[in-house]
T-cell receptor
Framework: TQLLEQSPQFLSIQEGENLTVYCNSSSVFSSLQWYRQEPGEGPVLLVTVVTGGEVKKLKRLTFQFGDARKDSSLHITAAQPGDTGLYLCAGTHGSSNTGKLIFGQGTTLQVKP | GAVVSQHPSWVICKSGTSVKIECRSLDFQATTMFWYRQFPKQSLMLMATSNEGSKATYEQGVEKDKFLINHASLTLSTLTVTSAHPEDSSFYIC????????????FGPGTRLTVT
C-alpha cells in the first residue's frame, strides 16, 4: 500500500508566522501535487512537482520535492488569514498508468488575524 | 485553465430514493474521471475511476451496485447513489484528467448529499 503521511493534521497560528507542512512516504512517487480546499468547495491545484529536488515558489508558498521523490514540503511565509483552509498533498505512483492520486490525510490550517 | 463542474451542488433526498450527480469537463475532453467521497475535515477517499466507454474501476470496499458510474462521453460522467441511506450523506467530488499530463487532475466544486 502506498501511503502519504501528512503532518501536522491541524495547525493554528497567528498572522505573520511561518509554517511548514510535510508529506512523507516510503514509496517513490512520479509526481506530487499540492491542493488547497475551502469548506464546501473542491480542491484547487496549487502546484505539481515531478523532479527530485525540485523547488517551486508561488508568491509566499514554497514547495519542495525530496531528492528521492518520497517526500515533499509546503512552506508558507508570513501567513495571512486568507491562507486558512485544508491543504492536501497527493501523488501518483511511478508504476501506475491510471493517473490515480494517493492523498495525504490533509492539514487544516487556521491563520488568526 | 481546465474547468470541471458538478450538478447539483447540493441535494437532499429521502432514504430509499436514488440520486444522480453529474460531473462535466467544460473546456476539455476527459478520458478519465475520478469520483471521491469526503467526510468533514478529512481527506478525499477515492471511490472509483471512470473511463469513457468502459466500465468503472471501483476501489476496494466500494459497492459498485450502490454507486453506479456511467461515463457516456468525453465530457460527462455521472454517479448515481441508489437506495440512499443516511450513512451515504457526504460530500462527493469528481475530478478529471486534463490533456497529456495524466498526473494533473482538476476537481469539481463538489456535491453535498444529505439523506434524511
Amino acid at each position: 500500500t502506498q501511503l502519504l503521511e501528512q503532518s501536522p493534521q491541524f495547525l493554528s497560528i497567528q498572522e505573520g508566522e511561518n509554517l511548514t507542512v510535510y508529506c512523507n512516504s516510503s514509496s517513490v512517487f512520479s509526481s506530487l501535487q499540492w491542493y488547497r480546499q475551502e469548506p464546501g468547495e473542491g480542491p484547487v491545484l496549487l502546484v505539481t512537482v515531478v523532479t527530485g529536488g525540485e523547488v517551486k515558489k508561488l508568491k509566499r508558498l514554497t514547495f519542495q520535492f525530496g531528492d528521492a521523490r518520497k517526500d515533499s514540503s509546503l512552506h508558507i511565509t508570513a501567513a495571512q488569514p486568507g491562507d486558512t483552509g485544508l491543504y492536501l498533498c497527493a501523488g501518483t505512483h511511478g508504476s501506475s498508468n491510471t493517473g490515480k492520486l494517493i492523498f495525504g490525510q490533509g492539514t487544516t490550517l487556521q491563520v488568526k488575524p | 485553465g481546465a474547468v470541471v463542474s458538478q450538478h447539483p451542488s447540493w441535494v437532499i433526498c429521502k432514504s430509499g430514493t436514488s440520486v444522480k450527480i453529474e460531473c462535466r469537463s467544460l473546456d476539455f475532453q476527459a478520458t478519465t474521471m475520478f469520483w471521491y467521497r469526503q467526510f468533514p475535515k478529512q481527506s478525499l477517499m477515492l471511490m472509483a475511476t471512470s473511463n469513457e466507454g468502459s466500465k468503472a474501476t471501483y476501489e476496494q470496499g466500494v459497492e459498485k451496485d450502490k454507486f453506479l458510474i456511467n461515463h457516456a462521453s468525453l465530457t460527462l460522467s455521472t454517479l448515481t447513489v441508489t437506495s440512499a441511506h443516511p450513512e451515504d450523506s457526504s460530500f462527493y467530488i469528481c475530478s478529471a484528467e486534463a490533456g497529456s499530463k495524466t498526473y494533473e487532475q482538476y476537481f469539481g466544486p463538489g456535491t453535498r448529499l444529505t439523506v434524511t
